[in-house]
Structures are given as structure tokens and as C-alpha cells.
């Protein structure tokens, strides 16, 4: 099993350019999560999908879009970059049963910079 | 109170030396509480689970004091692969959204 994976692993845009984060998990969980990490913030809740066909915003929605594609893959779409979005996006996914109910898998993550 | 509070650090400690992280938290309804550790460069991973007054895994000690509403988290004998950021983490109603503290970071020096 690969777990969490995420692409790209580095992306630099120009301000006002468009993009799309990949994210895919085959451990047959329902939940998915995009956070942002910075510097002295902590992770910070974007987006969260609770099952297949469901998405709900989280702390810092403003600005980005989400794509529950299927079971497998949740992607988060940045329209109109701005440099206040460059960060580190961690891709995460939570099981709903036995021992995976409380834990979140994280992926390599994304690091973005937009100049 | 913030809802989760930790101490950035960092805490520089040699090798063999235990070293204590707390982590504050402002909902008295939160049941469960998980430290992560967090490699530089790289993706949280879920080091403990604390569900009720403490676990301990090996060299490390997870303890939850609920009245002063903080966990703490005990490495003993610290080793060199000891050395990451320590994330404490405490659910918001229920287990589908939580909240990260921004993490303690230690370093064990040789």
C-alpha cells in the first residue's frame, strides 16, 4: 500500500495563475483532509470531504476549491494564486472503524511558493 | 486560551537526557487527545493516542491531567532520532475535525 500520495512535491507560480493539487489514498478510507502548514501557525484545516460526495470548509477555505473526485482522490484547486498562499499542503485521510477511526495518514505533502 | 497551545521550543537536550513537552487546551469536553512527531521537511506522523490518564509506549510516556486541562508528553533516554517537532493534537467534537498545536521541536545533541 502507498498510503497517502500527493503531486506535485514543489510548484512555483506567478501570482494569478491556476492550479490543481493531486491527492489519492488506497487505504479505503471515507474521510480526506487538505491542510496548509506555516511557520509558527501549525496545520491549519482548508478543506475536509467526510465521505464520498461531501465536502465542508474548514479554518482557511478563502481563496481555494475542492474535488471529491471518488473514494481514492480529493483534489484542492487554487484559481487565482496569491503570495499569501504559499505554504506546505499536507493531503490527509482518517479510516471510520477499528483503530484507524482517530488517526490521520498523511501524505509527502506540497510545497508551493507563488512570487 | 488558545484551543491548543504548545511550547515552540526549541528544546535542546544530550543524548540519554529525558525531556517533558506540555500542551494546554482550552475545550474540557475533548475525550481524547494524540501527539504526532513531525520530521523536517516531511509528513506528520502519529507517535501516541491518550484516551484516558496515560499511555506509555517504550521510552515514551503520554499523561493527561484533565483538571489543569493539559497532556504532556516524557521521552526517556533521549536518542539522536529523537530529534523532530512534536505535534499535540486534540479533536473538536468528535474525531472528523482536529486542531493542531504548531508543535514543540527537540534536538538531541551527541
Known amino acids: 500500500n502507498a498510503g497517502v500520495t500527493q503531486t506535485p512535491k514543489f510548484q512555483v507560480l506567478k501570482t494569478g495563475q491556476s492550479m490543481t493539487l493531486q491527492c489519492a489514498q488506497d487505504?479505503?478510507?471515507?474521510?480526506m483532509y487538505w491542510y496548509r502548514q506555516d511557520p509558527g501557525m501549525g496545520l491549519r484545516l482548508i478543506y475536509y470531504?467526510?465521505?464520498?460526495?461531501?465536502?465542508d470548509k474548514g479554518e482557511v477555505p478563502n481563496g481555494y476549491n475542492v474535488s471529491r473526485l471518488n473514494k481514492r482522490e480529493f483534489s484542492l484547486r487554487l484559481e487565482s494564486a496569491a503570495p499569501s498562499q504559499t505554504s506546505v499542503y499536507f493531503c490527509?485521510?482518517?479510516?471510520?472503524?477499528?483503530?484507524?477511526?482517530?488517526?490521520?495518514?498523511f501524505g509527502p505533502g506540497t510545497r508551493l511558493t507563488v512570487l | 486560551r488558545k484551543e491548543v497551545e504548545q511550547d515552540p521550543g526549541p528544546f535542546n537536550v544530550p543524548e540519554g537526557a529525558t525531556v517533558a513537552f506540555n500542551c494546554t487546551y482550552s475545550?474540557?469536553?475533548?475525550?481524547?487527545f494524540f501527539w504526532y512527531r513531525q520530521d523536517c521537511r516531511k509528513e506528520p506522523k502519529l507517535l501516541m493516542s491518550?484516551?484516558?490518564s496515560g499511555n506509555e509506549d517504550g521510552r515514551f510516556t503520554a499523561q493527561l491531567n484533565r483538571a489543569s486541562q493539559y497532556i504532556s508528553l516524557l521521552i526517556r533516554d533521549s536518542k539522536l532520532s529523537d530529534s523532530a517537532t512534536y505535534l499535540c493534537?486534540?479533536?473538536?467534537?468528535?474525531?472528523?475535525?482536529?486542531?493542531f498545536g504548531i508543535g514543540t521541536k527537540l534536538q538531541v545533541i551527541p
Open positions: 491518550v484516551y484516558s
Open positions: 490527509a485521510s482518517r479510516g471510520t472503524s477499528g483503530v484507524t477511526t482517530d488517526t490521520q495518514y
Open positions: 470531504s467526510a465521505s464520498e460526495g461531501t465536502t
Open positions: 487505504m479505503n478510507h471515507n474521510s
Open positions: 475545550n474540557s469536553a475533548s475525550q481524547s
Open positions: 493534537v486534540v479533536p473538536r467534537g468528535g474525531y472528523q475535525k482536529v486542531t
